[in-house]
């Protein structure tokens, strides 16, 4: 099992900046692992905003590129989501994901709203 703690939503105004945290604890393996970050808003899917791999390559949603960055701390098992520019449809229920082959872990999801 896995744990995921998620840490950093809340309300923002448009334009502003956000930090979300997620700290992987348990059986996390020290290998090749994907840590990321996906949304939820109302009515909608859930889809992938960004991830990470261990090894350092990164993936981000079209909708965010060159405005939120991941990053991680492998010595932590720690990962995170710096938001800037946020904007209205940025609103949504914040995931935290972490994934070693079949094994695939959610966080409970942190609220972020961003008011126009």
């Known amino acids: 099992q896995v744990q995921l703690v998620e840490s950093g939503g809340g309300l923002v105004q448009a334009g502003g900046s956000l930090r979300l945290s997620c700290a992987a604890s348990g059986n996390v393996f020290r290998g090749r692992n994907v840590m990321g970050w996906y949304r939820q808003a109302p009515g909608k899917q859930r889809e992938l905003v960004a991830d990470m791999f261990s090894g350092g390559r990164r993936n981000y949603a079209d909708t965010v590129k060159g405005r939120f960055t991941i990053s991680r701390d492998n010595d932590k098992n720690t990962v995170y989501l710096r938001m800037n520019g946020l904007k209205p449809e940025d609103t949504a229920v914040y995931y935290c994901?972490?994934?070693?082959?079949?094994?695939?872990?959610w966080g409970q999801g942190t609220q972020e709203t961003v008011s126009s």
């Open positions: 994901n972490w994934r070693f082959l079949e094994h695939n872990y």
